[in-house]
């Protein structure tokens, strides 16, 4: 449920968004569509800063519709990332030979253990681990 806050914080930031588009609109030579997205940029702001309440309709398919975006979005950068970065990278690797993470099975090995330094008992050490 939207607390009265968020919905004001919603109509300050549609206002704001609105009002830029609005001043982008007139500088571009676009003089009535900017007088439409000021309007509206105005009627933002005096809803949410007088009436947050009546916000409730505009802000629920707002993000409904953001979270379509978002969700279009996320697999589309992963996705992109995946094939521009990863699998380049793992190529090259394929390559050169080389495996980072000692993948590769070893028939003749008693233990796949990595060997490291002890790090002692101190409990400090446990307070930043990253």
Not at 4 to 19: I, N, S, V
Not at 79 to 99: I, S
């Amino acid at each position: 449920m939207e607390s009265e806050k968020q919905l004001r914080q919603f109509g300050f930031t549609m206002a704001t968004a609105f009002a830029l588009f609005a001043l982008l609109a007139g500088y571009k030579g676009a003089v009535k569509f900017g007088l439409a997205l000021g309007f509206l940029s105005f009627a933002f702001l005096i809803t949410g800063a007088l009436f947050p309440c009546t916000l409730k309709g505009v802000h629920r398919r707002w993000m409904r519709f953001a979270e379509v975006i978002g969700a279009f979005n996320a697999k589309l950068i992963l996705g992109l990332m995946y094939y521009a970065v990863f699998t380049p990278v793992r190529f090259v690797f394929a390559l050169l030979g080389k495996d980072p993470m000692k993948r590769k099975p070893e028939p003749d090995a008693e233990t796949y253990w990595v060997a490291h330094e002890p790090q002692g008992d101190d409990p400090k050490r446990f307070e930043r681990q990253f």
